[in-house]
């Protein structure tokens, strides 16, 4: 293999999605590629490692078959996934990995830790890497991020209020579902068998605005092309973090005409503040069309800090997004005009970059009657002449961040703040 490095591909999907079945098919058919595998379980048994080794003529005395178990490797596990893949490249016996991970694991996390080592700022080294010194990702790179989709289960799944236990951490599967999604090079869209062809078209126009780069693969048990998620030299860890659909629109909005599968967005903005109690009570009740929401929004009381909304599925949660520029020191508002020319287009003379700008997609949405929903939770002339703090409000409250040097945020997704939801 001389100078070359190991291609590693994450597998992800949601629990019974089949990624197992996979990851069997691709071993089967890799032909003359020695492939090696690790497979993370957050059982104390590892059982999808059990079924690998069955079902195939990997074995894990051979030590092409690595198990981590009791623990999910976008979290807890880590290290002992950089401990795992260095020794598994060390010797560069094998010509890739393929790293079946967590029905409940959240790819970027882990496209982080292969992309990044130790390197990262939360990370603490493992023993073995105080002790060796050896860099874990010498020998291998990140080469396909994939994402396995239940076509039978997916819109059930969009639409569950089921929640996922991450060993404490409680995670709604649609919105899993939807951060598996938009985080991938190459879409497989699995048990088309079970499902009928004007079904698939919908899904796939779904997951097509949801995640515009990545190549959508239909299969049936698992059956895929070898080609199509090994050595593909797909992943490009910036372009994958900041490629989902919501932020594709956010940068480049448009009023979609209505498409030929009834999946369509708009972009909401606005430049006056929500009322707390009305904008809470439409999340609370947020219409079943909307398939993603996301963007940044102004809460009447809150003039210091914008927030953020995350819709996926029925999942929906608030977050801060980070304080206004006008709150910033005259100096430091001059560095952001010369950083962001754009912003002294929109600024307001009273209140600065203070606004509502939000992303919606869906199916079959009635774009009219959903933005007349959200201009009807925005003041009123009167409200807005009116005590803002004396208006109830039920949303979380959220300190500022404390920002360090060494703070390493690729995605305002996972800037390490408490996500709450306040519409469970």
């Not at 100078?3 to 890799?30: F, Y």
């Not at 599967?173 to 939807?178: A, N, Q, Y």
């Not at 079959?364 to 109830?392: K, V």
Request: charged fraction near 35%.
């Amino acid at each position: 293999m001389g100078e070359q490095t190991i291609p590693v591909t994450v597998l992800s999907g949601t629990l019974g999605a089949g990624k197992t079945t996979t990851l069997n098919h691709v071993l089967r058919e890799s032909d003359d590629r020695d492939l090696a595998v690790l497979v993370n379980d957050m059982g104390e048994v590892n059982v999808d490692a059990d079924l690998v080794a069955e079902s195939s003529d990997i074995a894990d005395e051979d030590e092409e078959l690595v198990e981590l178990s009791n623990g999910c490797i976008c979290c807890e596990l880590r290290g002992d996934l950089l401990d795992a893949i260095g020794g598994l490249t060390r010797d560069q016996e094998f010509d890739a990995i393929v790293v079946e991970s967590t029905g409940v694991a959240e790819p970027l996390p882990v496209a982080q830790t292969l992309t990044l080592g130790f390197d990262q700022s939360d990370l603490d080294p493992t023993e073995f890497y105080e002790e060796t010194g050896i860099e874990p990702l010498e020998n291998c790179h990140l080469d396909t991020t994939v994402t396995v989709v239940d076509a039978h289960q997916f819109d059930e799944a969009m639409q569950s209020d089921e929640i996922l236990d991450d060993d404490g951490t409680k995670k709604h599967l649609g919105d899993l579902l939807v951060e598996q999604v938009e985080f991938c090079d190459v879409l497989l869209l699995n048990k088309c068998d079970l499902v009928d062809d004007a079904t698939l078209d919908e899904i796939e126009a779904t997951l097509e605005m949801l995640q515009p780069r990545a190549e959508i693969v239909r299969t049936t048990h698992g059956r895929v092309d070898v080609d199509e998620i090994i050595d593909t030299d797909r992943f490009d860890f910036e372009e994958a973090s900041r490629s989902a659909g919501w932020m594709q629109e956010l940068q480049e909005p448009h009023q979609s005409a209505e498409e030929e599968h009834g999946v369509t967005s708009f972009v909401f903005e606005a430049r006056r503040p929500f009322h707390p109690e009305r904008f809470a009570e439409l999340l609370d009740a947020f219409p079943e069309p909307v398939v993603r929401s996301k963007g940044h929004f102004w809460l009447a009381g809150r003039e210091e800090m914008a927030l953020m909304v995350n819709v996926a599925g029925q999942s929906i949660r608030v977050a801060p997004a980070g304080n206004w520029i006008a709150t910033l020191p005259p100096e430091e508002r001059e560095d952001q005009f010369e950083a962001y020319p754009e912003l002294e287009e929109t600024w307001d003379d009273e209140w600065g970059d203070r606004g509502t700008k939000l992303v919606v997609i869906g199916t079959e949405m009635d774009h009219e009657s959903i933005r007349e929903r959200l201009e009807l939770c925005l003041l009123t002339d009167e409200e807005m002449d009116a005590d803002w703090d004396a208006f109830d409000d039920r949303f979380p409250t959220f300190e500022p961040p404390e920002e360090t040097d060494e703070d390493v945020t690729e995605d305002p997704e996972h800037d390490g703040q408490e996500e709450i939801g306040i519409a469970d």
